[in-house]
């Protein structure tokens, strides 16, 4: 007979940011160890629930006990366990003996081979576990398991004894129904009494009847909402509500609802207001500091610009709840007369006037100061400036470079690091510097993560692309390369970030070439002496492993990915369109021969001996299919040529169906590798002529499943 059981760990206010990662791994953990003892069923239902001060799990259909299991035992081989007369040896006796039985289990023993060795077997029937034992094991596996931050060590009531968890916990149940499961953990012994909300609780501390009361029981008597997504659900419902009241808009954080559904147990969503004069510091900083420091939620009007009021999630529901009110306010007055304060104080120096100070900032101590990167990333931005756009774009990407990290030194931004650039526009704009010199400091950070924005202007995409560069050209002169998952460096994000630009703004900048000037640019000046590791793997390669990645993610095959990159394309934004023109291939009837045909192609004309001339001699012509094959190939380059060259390439690719026919017919009836060496070359130089054509979109030969 099954039951439903419920296990529950009263702790000390657990870490918020990892609470939800915390009440899903103990209820897998937990589930999983019984899985595995045969205690619930593969499909059982499993319900987490966690709180700030609680991580509990229900699990449906749990037996008291584990059905019994028939064994197979392999003892050891026959000629070990039995003598010539066929009687046991006494090391099959002690092995027995260790396994609870006698000589009289001797006739029942089974021979088998066990690879080339005949052995002896012994088939018993072995009891379940109890839930009493495996519960226990389970906990202490889930306890042992759980992916904890931060360790603490405390010691129990004895004053003697000291145990390890992410808090301390003040008690533990166990009910299976609503019988007690007497099993304990972290010097707890399981009962059936849990707290509810330390102030809203009608009842403390709370009688557990059974199971599957448990939520109920903690939302009537307790007035705490024990499921993690029901808590956020209600707090987004009367965050909603509330703003609608207000009559403004709710600013969208996932990060910080979630955070917060963490910190309360019986949410109580409450409107506050600060003074409007804060308004005239920059929204991003006002907002940064009402939901980094307090947990608060901005609120934003019709024109998503950020109103002087605010939304809060108490952890209690006081009938006044003025005093709650005005308390936060009281706070929040103070945290943002600081922002006012750095704002104010900040503006007083000119960002060019900060530039010098970067001398004095180490970036990496293999690679010197900040003044240094400076350095190289404004000559970097010069020299993309000149490419893009001439003279007049190159002067203002080396004065966007220039002042880029100057905001680095500003008391706004060494109090809100996730401030940089974006305070650096908004002081550039005080000092009157044009938009393109403003949003370039702000936008020069970006992507700044997966689906994030790229640069609005152009200087802004010559200095992202030319801090990007340098930082990824210096760490993997100096061997600072990602190894598995850790990239402190943030290197991935930077090469997926100028793959995006490239792409994305349709740059006619080819990434090979880019690179190589880019290592030019820092080696003038003085350099930290740098010596590169024979390993480090090299950034071209780095770069395309990067761009590979990214296309499939897109959706693309990993056979149409590398089809196109084979051809190591350096205009990346060409790479969509290959790709498509690729996909479009396909899919056609003539696709599967013709990749099979250029497959075989390649392989001949790598076997070849010699240099493979570029003309063809019609005069050795001789077959009738090599002929047909050569006609073929005439009648269709200037088509192919012309949509190759316009960029169609779909086009370019769908032209070469034509060739199906006489492909087939020249591996069907000619023989290339004959012995007269005019004519092989001659046959030679037709396929390579064929292998060129077919190959500049993409090497075809890779879309062959093998």
Request: hydrophobic share 45%; glycine share 6%; charged share 20%.
């Amino acid at each position: 007979m099954t039951k439903n059981l419920l296990v529950e760990l009263l702790v000390e206010e657990l870490p918020p940011k990892s609470l939800k990662q915390l009440g899903n791994s103990f209820a897998e953990l937990l589930a999983a160890s019984l899985k595995t003892l045969g205690l619930i069923a593969q499909n059982a239902i499993v319900t987490p629930y966690a709180t700030p001060r609680r991580l509990a799990v229900h699990i449906a259909s749990v037996a008291a006990q584990a059905a019994d299991k028939a064994v197979t035992q392999k003892l050891m081989p026959v000629k070990v366990g039995l003598d010539a007369a066929g009687q046991a040896t006494p090391p099959l006796l002690k092995k027995l003996a260790s396994l609870g039985a006698d000589a009289s289990a001797v006739p029942q023993l089974k021979r088998a081979l066990d690879g080339k060795t005949e052995t002896l077997f012994w088939d018993s029937i072995v009891a379940g576990i109890s839930l009493t034992d495996g519960l226990q094991n389970a906990l202490q596996d889930a306890i042992d398991q759980l992916p904890i931050p931060k360790v603490m060590t405390y010691q129990l009531a004895d004053g003697w004894q000291s145990v390890h968890f992410v808090r301390p916990a003040h008690a533990l149940v166990a009910l299976h129904g609503a019988d007690i499961v007497p099993v304990n953990i972290l010097g707890l012994q399981a009962g059936r009494e849990t707290q509810g909300h330390r102030f809203e609780a009608k009842v403390n501390p709370i009688l557990l009847h059974n199971a599957d009361s448990y939520a109920q029981q903690l939302q009537d008597e307790g007035a705490v909402i024990t499921h993690f997504a029901q808590r956020r659900a209600e707090i987004v419902r009367q965050l909603t509500a509330a703003a609608a009241r207000e009559q403004f808009t709710l600013l969208d954080d996932d990060d910080l609802l979630g955070e917060v559904t963490a910190l309360v147990e019986h949410p109580n969503v409450l409107a506050g207001k600060f003074d409007a004069e804060f308004l005239q510091v920059p929204q991003e900083c006002l907002i940064l500091t009402m939901k980094a420091n307090q947990k608060y939620f901005p609120l934003l009007d019709s024109q998503g610009k950020l109103a002087n009021k605010f939304l809060l999630v108490s952890n209690i529901c006081p009938i006044d709840p003025t005093q709650v009110i005005t308390g936060n306010e009281r706070v929040v007055r103070s945290r943002l007369a600081d922002a006012k304060f750095f704002f104010d104080q900040d503006r007083k120096k000119t960002l060019a006037s900060r530039v010098p100070e970067l001398d004095n900032v180490i970036y990496h101590n293999k690679l010197g100061t900040q003044g240094l990167r400076m350095h190289y990333v404004r000559a970097i931005a010069r020299m993309l400036g000149e490419q893009l756009g001439g003279e007049a774009l190159a002067s203002q990407a080396y004065e966007a470079a220039t002042l880029a990290k100057a905001d680095l030194l500003t008391d706004m931004v060494g109090e809100f690091p996730e401030l940089q650039g974006i305070m650096g526009r908004y002081y550039a704009q005080y000092e009157g510097l044009s938009d393109d010199i403003a949003f370039a400091i702000e936008d020069h950070y970006k992507p700044r993560f997966a689906g994030d924005e790229l640069p609005r202007y152009l200087v802004g995409v010559c200095v992202a692309l030319a801090d990007k560069l340098e930082t990824l050209v210096n760490m993997f002169n100096i061997g600072e390369v990602p190894t598995g998952d850790k990239d402190p460096f943030a290197l991935r994000r930077h090469a997926l970030g100028v793959i995006r630009i490239l792409i994305e703004k349709n740059l006619p900048l080819k990434l090979d070439e880019l690179i190589r000037q880019v290592k030019i640019e820092t080696r003038t000046g003085t350099t930290p002496s740098i010596s590169k590791s024979s390993s480090t793997p090299d950034l071209h390669v780095f770069f395309h492993e990067r761009l590979a990645g990214n296309l499939r993610e897109q959706g693309y095959t990993a056979q149409e990915v590398d089809a196109v990159l084979s051809l190591n394309p350096q205009l990346l934004w060409d790479i969509p369109k290959r790709l498509a023109a690729v996909r479009a291939f396909s899919v056609l009837p003539e696709a599967a021969s013709l990749a099979a045909a250029n497959k075989r192609v390649g392989n001949i004309l790598k076997k070849s001996e010699g240099a493979i001339r570029d003309i063809v001699d019609t005069g050795l012509l001789q077959e009738s299919d090599e002929r047909a094959l050569y006609q073929a190939l005439q009648d269709i380059q200037p088509q192919t040529g012309k949509a190759f060259v316009a960029g169609d390439y779909t086009t370019s690719l769908q032209i070469l169906a034509a060739l199906k026919s006489p492909v087939d017919a020249f591996f069907d009836h000619v023989m290339v590798n004959v012995d007269d060496e005019s004519l092989r070359n001659n046959r030679l130089a037709l396929l390579a002529q064929l292998h060129r054509m077919m190959n500049r979109v993409a090497d075809l030969s890779k879309l062959v499943v093998n």
